[in-house]
């Protein structure tokens, strides 16, 4: 999961922080750079479609499961949640969120 086709104004928007605290979602050049000096990069694909259907996927099995899901998080939780796996399908399909598959040799072999 890196930053996709979203700008300043607009990460600051996303709530990224609530769900992965503590934690900063890189760009995909910074996960080149930082292999660069041991690994070569040869095939990187994207499909942040994959991710959307996931977290929809989740979403729908949140709404299936309302009542056990209230009665073990509580209902702020469940809401949570079910708006961050919506909410976060809709960011990957609009491209704000990559879903990187990247593959690398060392180099020198």
Same mark, same amino acid.
């Given at each position: 999961m890196t930053w996709g086709d979203a700008d300043g104004p607009q990460r600051d928007r996303i709530r990224i922080h609530d769900i992965f605290p503590e934690s900063d979602l %890189?760009?995909?050049a910074e996960f080149v #750079? #930082?292999?660069? %000096?041991?690994?070569?990069?040869v095939a990187m694909e994207n499909r942040p479609e994959d991710y959307a259907e996931t977290? #929809?996927?989740?979403?729908?099995g949140l709404k299936a499961n309302r009542d056990r899901?209230?009665?073990?998080?509580g209902a702020d939780r469940y809401k949570f949640y079910l708006?961050?796996? &919506?909410?976060? #399908?809709?960011?990957?399909?609009?491209?704000r969120f990559y879903l990187?598959?990247?593959?690398? &040799?060392?180099?020198g072999r």
């Amino acid at each position: 999961m890196t930053w996709g086709d979203a700008d300043g104004p607009q990460r600051d928007r996303i709530r990224i922080h609530d769900i992965f605290p503590e934690s900063d979602l %890189p760009e995909i050049a910074e996960f080149v #750079a #930082a292999a660069h %000096p041991h690994l070569e990069l040869v095939a990187m694909e994207n499909r942040p479609e994959d991710y959307a259907e996931t977290l #929809a996927g989740w979403a729908d099995g949140l709404k299936a499961n309302r009542d056990r899901a209230v009665q073990i998080v509580g209902a702020d939780r469940y809401k949570f949640y079910l708006e961050s796996c &919506k909410g976060g #399908a809709v960011l990957y399909r609009r491209r704000r969120f990559y879903l990187c598959r990247l593959t690398f &040799k060392r180099r020198g072999r």
